[in-house]
């Protein structure tokens, strides 16, 4: 038996053993071939690993363009919002005291128990289109829209939305 140590790649160490007749020319075929398979190799694991990396991150996250004005919602603070279970004639009870931001392309507004801005989650919510930019504190009525404890970073329908500081 005869082995050919070819080199160290890293903390690899390859080494191939041969039964029979081993001479100059298989070498070179063979070293040749393992070169070849190495270059080929390495950099589709290094692309597959960046990939990886890539999907991990918020800017490969897919999101829905939910806006009229194109693309995000850009959710600017507005002040303090209170939601009411019943209608404006007939308010019910309070179900939510919290944070108002409203979009500064389409006027969607988001009244949520946390601030996403800081919080980077959302709590109990509500969200309703408006025609015109709302004042310092904003009422709705007809309860809430739902709730969301989850990290808005990592969702796809939140990830179409922006809160800057």
Not at 44 to 59: H, Q
Not at 101 to 123: F, H, W
Not at 135 to 154: A, K, P, R
């Amino acid at each position: 038996m005869q082995y050919l140590d070819l080199t160290h790649q890293g903390s690899m160490k390859i080494i191939i053993c041969f039964g029979g007749v081993f001479n100059e020319k298989n070498k070179a075929l063979i070293c040749g071939f393992l070169a070849l398979l190495l270059v080929v190799i390495v950099p589709f694991s290094v692309f597959a690993a960046e990939l990886d990396k890539k999907e991990d991150s918020i800017d490969s996250l897919d999101y829905q363009i939910t806006c009229d004005g194109g693309g995000k919602h850009r959710m600017e603070a507005r002040g303090i919002g209170r939601v009411f279970s019943g209608s404006y004639s007939n308010p019910g009870s309070e179900v939510l005291y919290g944070y108002t931001k409203q979009c500064a392309y389409c006027n969607r507004v988001l009244i949520s128990e946390y601030n996403p801005t800081y919080d980077n989650m959302i709590g109990k919510y509500r969200l309703d289109y408006v025609t015109d930019t709302i004042g310092y504190s904003t009422y709705f009525y007809g309860g809430l829209h739902g709730s969301f404890y989850g990290n808005i970073s990592q969702d796809s329908y939140w990830a179409g939305f922006t809160f800057p500081r």
